[in-house]
């Protein structure tokens, strides 16, 4: 049985950023990588929105604040170093009724307290000299924001590790982890491995990974699908860059906006519709051991009767073009029902307590010799490198690896 340093379980953005950290500090650990796909980033980590987010919404202080502003950092660096297309393109968040100023206020203010440079208040004429197409009656221009596929990102960091020695067992899905008293041993579909450290990154599958040795976790994840329509090429002259709205202050997304995409084109979504499945790509996706499971979990049947008319309005978007277009004609009055077409989706991990609350900030839980990461939502994919760094400082800090 071959035995490493550190084992990761998945391969997704998080996973390989922690990887890639370990193995700039330690160059020469045994290190391995365990991923159910034969690919890399096959879930959250490539269907996502592309946006290298500026840290204005997240509270001061808290995981997201911090491993979103340093991380920003990190990424622009990683793509500078490695020629990965990148652009800084600023984004504006957009009021489009004048009783949504106190929450764009409010996240302005918190924008200023996360020391973002550049911030602007902008009139609707200031948002008219860049985005023509917008209607608002106030905004924010934050120059930080950009663009990058996170799908290259990963590939890159996973090309670079394997460079570096690391083992790849990839379409191998991990069925559990057994925390022994010097070792950790990872069982496979098709192979056992030993670890002296296990640090699990596995998105949607981020609970099970962690009841395998913490049986008293009581945090499961929720299936959030956001889809996307695509601008057509003639009528992409409507949206310049990103075009945000002013997000509601009780979800935690961000609202249907427009992103222009770094490989070309403009996406507009994602909405965000509870998944009767969590790789549930399409609205016909159903997994019923999954629905059982979510419906006997308290925090799933909490969110639902206190937010389902919410729950209700999303399904129906989902399966309305016309609400759909609705919400985007809010901020691009110009939109049409032909100027879009049905695109792709991603499905977002949402860690949810048995009180139905969904968490908020990063989290992670550990016992002696393995982390997991329990809930890496947005702005994960900007903040990889920096809770890479994060773990990596943390796991080799341990006496065992002194
Ligand atoms: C629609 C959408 C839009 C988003 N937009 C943005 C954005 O613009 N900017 C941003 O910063 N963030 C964004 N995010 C969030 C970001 O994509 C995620 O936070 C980030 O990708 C999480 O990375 P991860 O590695 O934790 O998870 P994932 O990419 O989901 O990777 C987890 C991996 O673990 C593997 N796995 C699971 N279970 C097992 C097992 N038992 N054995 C082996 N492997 C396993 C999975 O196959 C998967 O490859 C968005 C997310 C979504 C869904």
């Known amino acids: 049985m071959k035995t490493f340093d550190v084992v990761i379980v998945g391969a997704g953005i998080v996973g390989l950023a922690t990887a890639w950290q370990l193995l700039r500090r330690r160059p ?5 990588i365990i991923e159910k796909e034969q690919a890399v980033a096959q879930h959250q980590s490539s269907n996502n929105s592309g946006v290298i987010h500026s840290g204005i919404y997240y509270k001061p202080g808290s995981q997201k604040a911090l491993n979103c502003l340093r991380g920003y950092r990190y990424m622009l660096d990683f793509c500078q170093e490695q020629d990965i297309p990148f652009d800084i393109c600023g984004k504006v968040i957009v009021a489009t009724d004048h009783k949504e ?10 924008g200023q307290e996360n020391g973002l440079e550049g911030l602007r208040n902008i009139s609707p004429e200031e948002v008219a000299e860049t985005e023509p197409y917008v209607q608002s009656v106030a905004a924010i221009h934050v120059p930080q924001t950009g663009i990058v596929s996170y799908g290259t990102v990963a590939q890159k960091l996973y090309d ?3 460079a570096q020695g690391m083992t790849a067992l990839m379409g191998e899905k991990v069925t559990d982890i057994r925390d022994r008293e010097n070792e950790v041993l990872v069982l496979t579909e098709r192979s056992e491995v030993l670890a ?29 699908r956001g889809e996307y329509y695509d601008l057509i090429p003639s009528r992409q002259h409507l949206v310049s860059h990103l075009v945000y709205p002013v997000p509601n202050p009780d979800f935690p997304f961000l609202g249907v906006h427009f992103t222009r995409m770094i490989e070309g084109g403009v996406e507009a979504g994602p909405n965000a519709v509870l998944a009767f499945q969590r790789e549930g790509y399409s609205l ?29 309005d999303e399904l129906y978007r989902s399966a309305s073009k016309a609400a759909f277009v609705k919400s985007l004609q809010k901020l691009i009055p110009a939109v049409r029902a032909e100027d879009l077409v049905k695109g792709r989706s991603g499905v977002r991990a949402m860690a949810c307590d048995p009180d139905g609350n969904l968490i908020d900030d990063f989290l992670f839980l550990s016992s002696e010799r393995t982390l997991h990461v329990v809930n890496a939502p947005s702005p994960a994919a900007t903040a990889s490198l920096s809770i890479g760094e994060t773990i990596a400082e943390k796991l ?3 006496e065992t690896f002194a």
Do not use: H
Request: aromatic fraction near 10%; glycine fraction near 8%; hydrophobic fraction near 45%.
């Open 196 to 224: 002296k450290q296990v640090v699990t990154c596995g998105g949607l599958y981020a609970d099970k990974l962690a009841n395998m040795t913490l049986p008293g976790n009581t945090i499961q994840i929720l299936p959030f």
């Open 28 to 32: 020469g650990l045994r290190l391995c």
């Open 396 to 398: 080799l800090e341990k």
């Open 160 to 162: 670079l590790c394997v």
């Open 284 to 312: 016909w996706d159903i997994n019923l051991q999954e629905m059982i499971e979510a419906v006997q979990f308290s925090g799933f049947r909490k969110i639902v009767g206190k937010y389902w008319k919410e729950a209700a």
């Open 101 to 110: 100023l106190p929450q764009l206020e409010a996240i302005f203010r918190r």
